[in-house]
């Protein structure tokens, strides 16, 4: 039944009945009348009024000039990968060369269907299921520059070709249905995953900027501090001292500064020997420890050297001072040292 119905002719598009030579004829525009004298082709009359000879002239086919559309009558293909398709669409065509389309073929729009329909056949043979669906636009032009190649000879120019529908097994629409469930669910899956790691790096990123501000703040802190404390408590301190340096200085200048000088200094020497032991378990001593006199006299004589310079330039700038009444420093040590032995 299928091959009976691929081979029943198309439904024919002729005009009913072929006009009758009157003589005078008015042919419509779009049409072209092929006219034959005697039984031999004769002429083609154009849109207008035109003049023929009765009984001697014959109008044998009207041509219509105008675009003409055709249901290409549905029908089975196999894919390259062996898949049955049911496909169906539509043709476009136009009639170019009246005299080729009166007597290139019989019936040309019923030959350029059964092409249409073979070469859609073999296009499909050449393409698998996947590429039919995506190659669509690809396979109406191969359609139509097949088509156009072979009715060439026949006056007709085929202009588009589309198919309408494509009809596909009912497994293999579920076997598609559950590809493309599975392709989403892919998808899906990926982009999920790449917003994971899209939010990771974000939040490295956002901790790094963190700690790289506080730690700029904290030394921005700890510069500030710096500059600004422990300047100001190092500016104290030498004004401190410097002030120290300056009122210890107007008393060595004084009367018996150098005397209570070398006393301080004296004290001070004491102090440190005693504190010896009692900072490390090894001590050097020297030889002479238990000479308390001795010791006091070299810290004496070492202060003496220092400020014997001073001194003499203090008697070279001043006038010579009155005698002092008063022992000199040494004297009251020794004779503090002989007391307390």
Request: glycine fraction near 4%.
């Amino acid at each position: 039944l299928k091959r009976a119905a691929w081979l029943a002719p198309a439904p024919c598009r002729w005009n009913s009945g072929l006009p009758m030579n009157i003589g005078v004829l008015f042919v419509p525009q779009q049409e072209a009348w092929v006219v034959e004298r005697m039984g031999k082709f004769h002429r083609i009359l154009e849109p207008g009024l035109n003049f023929l000879i009765p009984l001697l002239d014959r109008i044998r086919y009207v041509q219509s000039l105008k675009e003409i559309v055709i249901n290409v009558p549905e029908q089975s293909a196999v894919t390259l990968d062996n898949v049955t398709l049911q496909i169906d669409g539509v043709l476009y065509l136009r009639v170019m060369d009246p005299y080729k389309a009166s007597y290139g073929v019989e019936d040309p729009e019923y030959a350029v269907t059964q092409l249409a329909q073979t070469t859609m056949r073999s296009e499909l043979g050449k393409l698998s299921l996947d590429r039919v669906f995506r190659e669509r636009e690809s396979l109406n032009a191969s359609i139509v520059d097949a088509i156009n190649q072979a009715s060439d000879c026949w006056g007709i120019r085929c202009l588009r070709y589309e198919i309408k529908d494509i009809h596909v097994p009912p497994r293999v629409k579920e076997s598609m249905q559950m590809q493309v469930e599975a392709e989403r669910r892919k998808r899906a899956t990926v982009l999920e995953s790449e917003g994971t790691r899209e939010s990771a790096i974000n939040v490295a990123e956002g901790q790094k900027q963190a700690q790289i501000l506080a730690s700029e703040a904290e030394k921005a802190e700890q510069i500030n501090k710096a500059a600004g404390r422990e300047a100001n408590a190092m500016l104290v301190k030498a004004r401190a001292k410097a002030e120290a340096i300056q009122l210890l200085a107007a008393a060595l200048a004084q009367q018996h500064g150098n005397a209570a000088a070398s006393l301080s200094v004296a004290e001070q020497y004491v102090n440190a020997f005693s504190k010896i032991a009692k900072d490390s378990n090894t001590v050097l001593l020297p030889a002479n420890t238990g000479d308390v006199t001795n010791m006091v006299a070299q810290a004496l004589g070492i202060y003496t050297t220092l400020t014997k310079p001073q001194a003499v330039k203090t008697q070279d700038g001043m006038p010579p001072a009155q005698e002092n009444s008063q022992p000199p420093a040494t004297e009251v040590l020794k004779a503090e040292q002989g007391s307390s032995s």
